[in-house]
């Protein structure tokens, strides 16, 4: 590169940026996630646990994590040239929520992480996104001591929309989390091209 300009004389191509929201209950892999696939070392506000917090925060089912996401998790990725993701992880416990609003502002679309030991813990999500028109995709993190159920029964459970994607997936993988990524993207682009007012012939 020389000032800028491609060595073909053209000028760099300026990537378009999008923000994806990670959200799910807490001490379901947001922040797995976002460190496996970002390019950068991933933004963390993560405080340890402490006694005074015991009475409030639901540790059943995740009772060996000892640190929360405070505020948010931020990492970036670029899937092509002209692509680029910002990744932005909500706090997962309830305490934390008011910072949703503000971190959707912009918003693309979401992921919604699942665990199958604890699905009541991603309702909350479900709601917040459906209530905002945000378009998501639940992924469904597999865990390996966590049982195995058929997609289909996981979104009865959910009680999700047909046009509602699921998938499973394993945070801790960058391909199966690109997979979830690109399957959010075009998700939204879809749902962004259905709302377009139709143009009379």
Not at 12 to 26: M, Q, S
Not at 54 to 64: A, H, Y
Not at 150 to 165: F, H, K, N, S
Not at 181 to 201: E, F
Request: proline share 5%.
């Amino acid at each position: 590169m020389i000032f800028g300009r491609s060595e073909r004389g053209k000028p760099p191509v300026e990537p378009v940026t999008l923000k994806i929201l990670v959200a799910g209950g807490f001490g379901v892999g947001k922040t797995t996630l976002v460190g496996s696939v970002s390019e950068i070392r991933p933004l963390r506000t993560e405080e340890y646990l402490t006694e005074a917090g015991r009475p409030i925060d639901d540790t059943s089912g995740v009772e060996g994590k000892t640190t929360t996401t405070v505020a948010m998790d931020f990492g970036r990725i670029t899937l092509r040239e002209d692509l680029v993701l910002y990744l932005f992880g909500t706090p997962g416990q309830e305490r934390f929520w008011f910072m949703w609003d503000e971190l959707s502002e912009g918003a693309l679309g979401a992921v919604v992480l699942a665990d199958t030991r604890r699905l009541q813990d991603c309702f909350a999500a479900i709601d917040y996104f459906e209530r905002r028109s945000i378009p998501f995709l639940v992924g469904v993190n597999c865990f390996e001591d966590a049982a195995r159920y058929p997609v289909e029964d996981i979104r009865g459970a959910l009680d999700l929309d047909d046009d509602v994607p699921l998938v499973l997936c394993d945070a801790r993988d960058r391909e199966s989390v690109k997979e979830v990524l690109i399957g959010v993207v075009q998700h939204a682009m879809a749902q962004t091209a259905d709302r377009r007012p139709k143009v009379p012939t």
